[in-house]
């Protein structure tokens, strides 16, 4: 069935250094991949999406990458602050929205 | 910005109830969803909705779910005969088209249920 694997489920980085987040999905039907950003008791906030047709975006501090050939999608995060610590979820479909597990992202001052 | 609006914030009912969850998706939009998330664990979909029908829905969206359109704004989620199982976040989403739009979630609805 339709699944979005993501890597790591946990990332403790210094303040300043970079973050990645992995996903890899298995409909070859999707065409839409979002990113979102959700703190403890809030609702899931988009940070950043990318489009099938596309194969990298950015947005200052924040890049995505999608490879369709090899089905996975990345986000990186640059200059990590201590504000960006929360869990982030990708996501990826056509219509419905099929979301990995999640990365607790921890970044330390 | 417009945003999604859901009511109410928690809700706690005993099991075997009825609960109606109520969402205001953003005006101009014409597609509607709802989410769960379990303590804990990811976001999953329960079920999409244009056109005043179901477009989709998930195995986890049984005979005991409906949703409904009741008015021009309103978009619901009923759950017939609650079990301890559906405790948990419940999301509604709406975006302008289908496919590759930005879906936008409201706040959510804390559903426990005894």
């Known amino acids: 069935g339709e699944n979005v694997e993501q890597h790591p489920s946990t990332l403790s980085v210094q303040e300043g250094d970079s973050a990645v987040i992995k996903c890899t999905y298995s409909?070859?039907?999707?065409?839409?991949f979002p990113w979102y950003k959700q703190e403890l008791g809030k609702r899931p906030q988009l940070i950043i999406d990318i489009r099938s047709n596309v194969g990298e975006k950015k947005d200052q501090r924040i890049a995505v990458t999608l490879n369709k050939t090899a089905k996975h999608f990345s986000l990186h995060i640059t200059e990590t602050q201590p504000e960006d610590s929360a869990v982030y979820f990708c996501a990826g479909g056509y219509n419905k929205l099929i979301f990995g597990a999640g990365t607790r992202l921890a970044v330390h001052p | 910005e417009p945003e999604v609006t859901q009511t109410p914030s928690h809700q706690v009912t005993q099991m075997g109830q009825e609960v109606i969850l109520r969402c205001v998706p953003i005006s101009n939009h014409l597609y509607f969803y709802w989410y769960r998330q379990i303590l804990g664990q990811k976001v999953e979909f329960l079920v999409s909705?244009?056109?005043?029908?179901?477009?989709?829905k998930s195995e986890i969206f049984d005979d005991q779910f409906s949703v409904e359109r009741p008015d021009g704004s309103n978009f619901t989620l009923k759950i017939r005969s609650t079990k301890l199982e559906d405790s948990a976040m419940y999301f509604c989403a709406s975006s302008a088209a289908r496919g590759q739009e930005t879906q936008y979630f409201g706040p959510g609805t804390r559903l426990l249920v005894l």
């Open positions: 909705f244009y056109n005043n029908e179901i477009s989709e």
């Open positions: 409909d070859s039907a999707s065409n839409y």
